[in-house]
Nanobody, 126 residues
Framework: QLQLVESGGGLVQPGGSLRLSCAAS????????IGWFRQAPGKEREGISC????????YYADSVKGRFTISVDNAKNTGYLQMNSLRPEDTAVYYC???????????????????WGQGTQVIVSS
């Protein structure tokens, strides 16, 4: 059974850092693209980053570019989102999701991810 578990969220001060993890079980991440999404209170869910496990192509939304870094460790079957220089507007529930594809064009389509984790809360506040 395919399962995704996010962890690493929490409360952090503005300017701080967090690393989110997305641990997969029941299958190998090697054949999947990984996306990170977030949903702030009262807002729609947005795709903020994705990575192709085929060629390591990445995408970042403008709102996180230069501050967040997506990666995947296939040996640990885990994806990561390193978040630096956090801002109050980064406060949201963060989700990882998977799509079975190694093609960047497919992985970049944020509305076509069928497998989702449960989410982890990130609060950026002083």
């Amino acid at each position: 059974q395919l399962q995704l578990v996010e962890s690493g969220g929490g409360l952090v001060q503005p300017g701080g850092s967090l690393r989110l993890s997305c641990a997969a079980s029941g299958f190998s991440l090697a054949y999947y693209g990984i996306g990170w999404f977030r949903q702030a209170p009262g807002k729609e869910r947005e795709g903020i980053s994705c990575i192709s496990n085929g060629d390591d192509s990445t995408y970042y939304a403008d709102s996180v570019k230069g501050r967040f870094t997506i990666s995947v460790d296939n040996a640990k079957n885990t994806g990561y989102l390193q978040m630096n220089s956090l801002r109050p507007e980064d406060t949201a529930v963060y989700y990882c999701a998977l799509v079975r594809s190694l093609y960047y064009r497919r992985i970049r389509k944020f509305d076509e991810y069928p497998y989702w984790g449960q989410g982890t809360q990130v609060i950026v506040s002083s």
